[in-house]
C-alpha cells in the first residue's frame, strides 16, 4: 500500500485554495479529500511568499485510470483517486474460492467483468445485480472487498440517494453500489438502465447550475426480493442477476484474508487473458449474462392477463399433445373471459404482436379453435380466421423456469471449505 501519510500539501484551482487531506478511517487507513482552505488562514500559517509556491490548476477534471494513474492532465487536477494497492506477485487462493461462489459457473465471466473494472475504467459493463432471500450469502462482503480494492472510486447508495436530483456524490466514481434495492417506480429503473449505456450525465449540486460532465459509472445492485426488486421486460440486455447460494459455514475473518490478497489479485488481473471478446457495447453479449434468475425475474414482472394466456397455451397444447396451436385474439378473449381475467382485444393484439413478436395469417384460412366449455372443459373446433401460430418450445423458452442455462453453480461444487 502506498503512503497515505504523505507531508501535507495545498493547491489551487482556479481561484479557490484546497488542502489535501488524509481522513483516517476505521479500518486504519486514510482516504485522501480535498478540503477548501482559506488564503488568510495560509498567509498566518505559512507565510506570504508561501502562497508563490501553491500548484496551480485551471480546474477540476476526472479521468479514470489505474494502471498509469495521472493527478495532473493538461493543467487540470484529476478528482479521480489513485487505487491503495499496487499488483504484486502472491497467491489469492481466497479470493478465487469467492469469485467462484458469487458467479458460479460464470466465475470467468466474473473475473473478466472485474479485469476490465481495473484495465479498461470506461467500458460500459452490464448492471450486475446479486439477489438472495436467503441470509448469510456473502453480498455485503463483496461490496466491501471492492471498496477495499477500488476505495474512493466507489460509493454506496440508498434507493432515497439514487431518486434525489442531486448526484455530485456519485457522478464521478467508478462504481455505484445501492444495497437493498426496490426500484418500484419505472422511472428508476429507465434512468438506471439509461445511465448504463451513456457517456454523459448531467452533474448537480444544490445551489449550483447543473453541468454536463463525462459519465464511466458501473451499477452493482444488492437485494432480497429476487422476484421484484425492479421491473424490467422481456427483451431487457443490461442486467446481469446473480442469485447467490448461503453459505454452509460463515468465517467472520474471510474478508480481512480478502484483503491481503489484494496486490496478487490486482497482479492476476493484470497478466490473465481475457475469457471473452468485445462483441456489444457493454462487452458481454446478452446470452454471456442470461440466467435463470434474470429469467425468473423477467417472468414475474410479466402481467397476469400474459401469465394466464401463457399457463392456458400450455394446458391446452399437454391435454391434446400439440407442439403448436393456432389462436385469433377473440378466441383467447373468450377463454380469458371464462377465467374471469380481464383483457380485451387491443391488449391481447399487444401481447401477440408487440410483446411476443409474432405475425398473423395473410388471409383469412381454416384452423382448430379452442373453446373452453362451461364445465371448464378444453375443445377445438373448426374455424377460419387470420391466427397466430404460438409453439410449445417458444413458451418454454421465454416463460417457464426449466431453461437450461449455465447459472450459478454451488460454491461446494468448486471447494471444500468455507467462506
Known sequence: MYNMMKKACYIRVGTCYYKI???????????????????????NDHGKAFIGTI????????????????????????????LPYSPKEGTIDFSLRFMKHIFGGQAELGLDYLQLLYSNPTQMLPILCLVSKERVTGKTTFLKWLKAIFENNLTYLTNDN???????????????????????????????????????????????????????????????????????????????????????????????QLVNEIPAFLYHLENRELATTHKTRMWFTPDQVRTVALNNLMQNNRNRVEKELVSMLLNVMDTFDMDEVDMCPLDALQVLNRTRIKTDLTQLR????KDWKLRNQDNSLSYQKMVIWSDGGLA????????????????????????????????????????
Open 162 to 256: 439514487f431518486s434525489s436530483q442531486f448526484n455530485i456524490d456519485w457522478a464521478n466514481k467508478l462504481l455505484i453500489c445501492i444495497d437493498e434495492v426496490l426500484f418500484n417506480k419505472e422511472e428508476l429503473t429507465e434512468r438506471i438502465k439509461y445511465l448504463s449505456t451513456t457517456n454523459f450525465n448531467k452533474l448537480e449540486a444544490k445551489g449550483k447550475d447543473k453541468r454536463e460532465v463525462e459519465f464511466f459509472g458501473k451499477f452493482i445492485l444488492c437485494s432480497n426480493n429476487e422476484d421484484g426488486f425492479i421491473k424490467i421486460d422481456s427483451e431487457e440486455t443490461r442486467f446481469w442477476v446473480l442469485k447467490i447460494p448461503s453459505l454452509k459455514n460463515e468465517d467472520t475473518h474471510f474478508l480481512e
Open 380 to 419: 377445438l373446433t373448426d374455424a377460419k380466421g387470420r391466427y397466430y401460430t404460438i409453439t410449445k418450445s417458444y413458451l418454454q423458452q421465454n416463460f417457464t423456469e426449466d431453461q437450461k442455462i449455465d447459472e450459478t453453480m454451488k460454491f461446494d461444487d468448486f471447494c471444500e471449505g468455507s467462506i
Open 350 to 353: 399487444q401481447i401477440l404482436k
Open 21 to 43: 487531506v488524509q481522513l483516517p478511517t476505521i479500518s486504519g487507513n486514510f482516504n485522501e479529500i480535498l478540503v477548501p482552505w482559506n488564503i488568510e488562514t495560509l498567509r
Open 55 to 82: 500548484k496551480r490548476y485551471d480546474g477540476f477534471t476526472c479521468i479514470p485510470g489505474h494502471k498509469n494513474f495521472q493527478q495532473e492532465c493538461h493543467g487540470f487536477y484529476n478528482t479521480y483517486s489513485p
